[in-house]
């Protein structure tokens, strides 16, 4: 066993893997156990840090204790030249006695005391059947939506019927009062024609008074239809607009 794995173990002890597509934070999680009967401070260096977050990134281990570290991978564009860049080390010093500056801790530090250990960065693509699987369950969503929304809808054509019922009694009501509005409009017709015809009778000693009375009546007559016409406009107009609201 050399002396690295006597200060510390790192799990897992080669790779860091993190699996695509990047287009979100994905993270992984490095645990760090000590061993040995002595306190180890650690410190977590990557050669790529604007890409990562690392949560701690140093630290202290207590004897026969662990720590997780979370590496964190931010969303980027992932390109295959340059996954070799991207590397981490983990630097262990056995802590001295009492220590008061973790700074000074380090910056003390023999390069004898130092122990490293580096892992790889590996980067895992989804695979062409992942995809299909995303694509088809990305897909099967709707569907289902779709056949709630079907479901709940199911009231939906009693109230069609219902409608095109009422729709069936105005259209009918509709054509009773236009064909009443005709009669009276064939009426008042007949009923200026008989005033016309009763205007070129040869006048006689009593012909103001027959006159008189006659467009009396015709004026009665004629006002009479019109005054249907514009009622039997204001229903229609009431039932129509009953059936578009």
Same mark, same amino acid.
């Given at each position: /066993?050399?002396?690295?794995?006597? $200060?510390?173990?790192?799990?897992? *002890?080669?790779?860091?893997?993190?699996?695509?597509?990047?287009? +979100?934070?994905?993270?992984?999680?490095?645990?760090?156990?000590?061993?040995?009967?002595?306190?180890?401070?650690? #410190?977590?260096?990557?050669?790529?840090?604007?890409?990562?977050?690392?949560?701690?990134?140093?630290?202290?281990?207590? *004897?026969?204790?662990?720590?997780?570290?979370?590496?964190?991978? &931010?969303?980027?564009?992932?390109?295959?030249? !340059?996954? @070799?860049?991207?590397?981490?080390?983990?630097?262990? $010093?056995?802590?001295?006695?009492?220590?008061?500056?973790?700074?000074?801790?380090?910056?003390?530090?023999?390069?004898? +005391?130092?122990?490293? @250990?580096?892992?790889? =960065?590996?980067?895992?693509?989804? @695979?062409?059947?992942? #995809?299909?699987?995303?694509?088809?369950?990305?897909?099967?969503?709707?569907?289902?939506?779709?056949?709630?929304?079907?479901?709940?809808?199911?009231?939906?054509?009693?109230?069609?019927?219902?409608?095109?019922?009422? /729709?069936? #009694?105005?259209?009918? !009501? =509709?054509?009773?009062?236009?064909?009443?509005? /005709?009669?009276?409009?064939?009426?008042?017709? &007949?009923?200026?024609?008989?005033?016309?015809?009763?205007?070129?009778?040869?006048?006689?000693?009593?012909?103001?008074?027959?006159?008189?009375?006659?467009?009396?009546?015709?004026?009665?007559?004629?006002?009479?239809?019109?005054? %249907?016409?514009?009622?039997?406009?204001?229903?229609?107009?009431?039932? %129509?607009?009953?059936?578009?609201?």
């Amino acid at each position: /066993m050399s002396k690295l794995e006597q $200060i510390l173990i790192l799990e897992p *002890p080669v790779d860091l893997k993190f699996k695509g597509p990047f287009t +979100d934070v994905v993270t992984t999680n490095l645990k760090l156990k000590n061993p040995s009967d002595r306190k180890v401070c650690f #410190k977590v260096k990557t050669t790529a840090p604007r890409r990562y977050c690392v949560r701690p990134n140093s630290g202290m281990i207590e *004897p026969g204790s662990f720590i997780i570290v979370s590496v964190m991978l &931010q969303p980027f564009d992932y390109d295959p030249n !340059e996954k @070799s860049k991207h590397k981490f080390m983990v630097q262990t $010093i056995f802590a001295p006695s009492h220590v008061t500056d973790m700074e000074a801790v380090w910056k003390d530090a023999k390069p004898d +005391d130092l122990m490293d @250990s580096k892992l790889r =960065c590996i980067f895992e693509l989804p @695979s062409e059947n992942d #995809k299909v699987n995303d694509i088809e369950s990305s897909k099967a969503t709707p569907v289902l939506n779709a056949s709630k929304q079907d479901g709940s809808s199911l009231p939906k054509p009693t109230s069609m019927s219902l409608d095109d019922t009422e /729709m069936r #009694k105005l259209m009918e !009501e =509709c054509k009773r009062l236009q064909s009443d509005v /005709m009669k009276l409009s064939d009426e008042n017709r &007949q009923l200026k024609d008989d005033g016309l015809r009763m205007r070129k009778v040869p006048r006689s000693d009593n012909m103001p008074t027959n006159t008189g009375g006659l467009m009396g009546r015709d004026n009665s007559s004629s006002s009479l239809p019109s005054l %249907l016409v514009v009622l039997a406009a204001i229903f229609i107009g009431f039932f %129509l607009g009953k059936f578009i609201l």
